[in-house]
């Protein structure tokens, strides 16, 4: 059973953590959980699905203990489905939007949070959350004519709504069939500027039921652990010593206890290292596969499939 009243707040801020949870009881959520650690996320995460809920959660991209690719990669293969807004203070630029919502994000929050934003996210989530409960627009399954056009148009006109660019394939992915009237009215879409056609779009497809509902998931290289974080290392020369920035306290070398003072001449810094917290294994590399959000099988890049459609930019659904 969903309770679409859980919440789960991962976030190392109390403070924003606090105000997050308060502006969600004021749209009516009442069971609320906040972490301030991946650590302690994973954990609250577990404890719901043991009762069998699937919490609605808010992720900060960058934790002290982990980062927001290896709580998604903990999470999503426990439940597909779950809801993950991620919360980036990262410049508002497409790479980074692409990456959240590459990771399986549901949406993503600007820092500073802005609180008319968040309802903005809740709203269209609980409009889809009454859509998908919805009678489909096919009314038959041997039938390729036998279809509802007012309901596929409601149901498109839905989906436009709540993206600013998708595919033909993820439409038709949605709407759970694909039909030659779909396209008939996304043409009468572009003829009226509401929606432009862009160059086709090339998607990651399951290469057992051909969804193209996926999600990248990153894991250790040594111990395939999803448990890590992204930091910073340091190599003393003289000893050889390779461990976090943190090891190194008064500036002095964790293993031989000699202060390091002249960077590149002493020691030198490697940045963006992921460090896995099961292991202990350090790389500047991490693994990944992927995972069907629908049928839940796990590949790799090189089983996928490759599934190209036209892609759209919506301009005005109004």
């Known amino acids: 059973m969903k309770s679409k009243n859980s919440v789960l707040i991962i976030e190392d801020s109390p403070a924003v953590g606090m105000l997050l949870a308060e502006f969600m009881k004021k749209l009516g959520y009442t069971d609320i959980k906040t972490a301030e650690s991946g650590h302690a996320g994973i954990s609250l995460f577990k404890q719901f699905v043991e009762k069998d809920i699937t919490p609605l959660i808010f992720l900060d991209y960058n934790l002290p203990d982990s980062t927001a690719n290896s709580i998604m990669s903990q999470i999503l293969p426990i439940k597909p489905f779950t809801k993950i807004i991620i919360e980036t203070a990262n410049s508002k630029d497409e790479d980074t939007i692409k990456e959240v919502i ?133 190599e003393h020369y003289d000893c050889g010593n390779i461990t976090e920035e943190s090891t190194y306290e008064n500036e002095l070398c964790p293993n031989c206890k000699k202060e390091i003072k002249a960077l590149g001449v002493d020691y030198r810094v490697m940045q963006n290292h992921y460090i896995c917290n099961d292991c202990g294994g350090l790389s500047p590399e991490i693994s990944t596969s992927y995972i069907c959000l629908k049928c839940e099988s796990r590949f790799k890049l090189e089983e996928a499939r490759w599934k190209s459609s036209v892609n759209y930019k919506v301009l005005n659904t109004k």
């Open 102 to 234: 590459g990771l399986g994000a549901y949406h993503y929050l600007q820092k500073p949070i802005h609180f008319n934003e968040v309802e903005k996210i809740i709203t269209i989530l609980e409009e889809e959350e009454s859509y998908l409960e919805k009678k489909s627009p096919r009314t038959s399954t041997s039938q390729e004519d036998d279809i509802d056009e007012e309901k596929i148009i409601e149901h498109i006109d839905f989906i436009l709504k709540t993206n600013n660019q998708i595919s033909l394939n993820k439409i038709e992915q949605i709407l759970g069939f694909s039909n030659e009237f779909i396209v008939t009215y996304l043409k009468k879409l572009e003829t009226k500027g509401k929606i432009v056609q862009l160059d086709n779009k090339k998607e990651i497809a399951c290469n057992q039921c051909d969804s193209i509902r996926t999600s990248q998931v990153f894991f250790c290289p040594t111990c395939k652990s999803s448990n890590f974080k992204l930091g910073k290392l340091i």
